[in-house]
């Protein structure tokens, strides 16, 4: 099991960039794909995107495309989500997760089974 805690989360003017963070704790942190997944108000918690194990492979909603990055450190057991030319509507709590499972498409919140505890996102107009 691994326990995990996002950082960086804040309000940012549409157009603006944010970098969240998130921490890992326990052990083989390297055997988890990785995932950051949002839920704005009102609305079922949506997928945006994963990194494979090694980081070599990553995968996007089609939404985000082109303006957010993940990246993550094995050695620091730490995952990143680079965040640019944000959106009002990219407003909502991020949240990160871990799970065991390589999908290539059809991403869902059931492929994690470990999450943080979410941190906000507001980007104003």
């Known amino acids: 099991q691994v326990h995990l805690v996002e950082s960086g989360g804040g309000l940012v003017q549409a157009g603006g960039s944010l970098r969240l963070s998130c921490a890992a704790s326990g052990s083989g942190f390297s055997g988890y794909v990785m995932g950051w997944l949002r839920q704005a108000p009102g609305k079922d918690r949506e997928f945006v995107g994963a990194?494979?194990?090694?980081?070599?492979?990553?995968y996007y909603t089609d939404s985000v495309k082109g303006r957010f990055t993940i990246s993550r450190d094995n050695v620091k057991n730490m995952v990143y989500l680079q965040m640019n030319r944000l959106k009002v509507e990219d407003t909502g709590v991020y949240y990160c997760?871990?799970?065991?499972?390589?999908?290539?498409?059809?991403?869902?919140?059931?492929?994690?089974?470990?999450w943080g505890q979410g941190t906000q996102v507001t980007v104003s107009s």
């Open positions: 997760a871990a799970g065991r499972t390589w999908v290539f498409t059809g991403w869902a919140a059931d492929h994690f089974s470990s």
């Open positions: 990194i494979s194990w090694s980081g070599e492979e990553t």
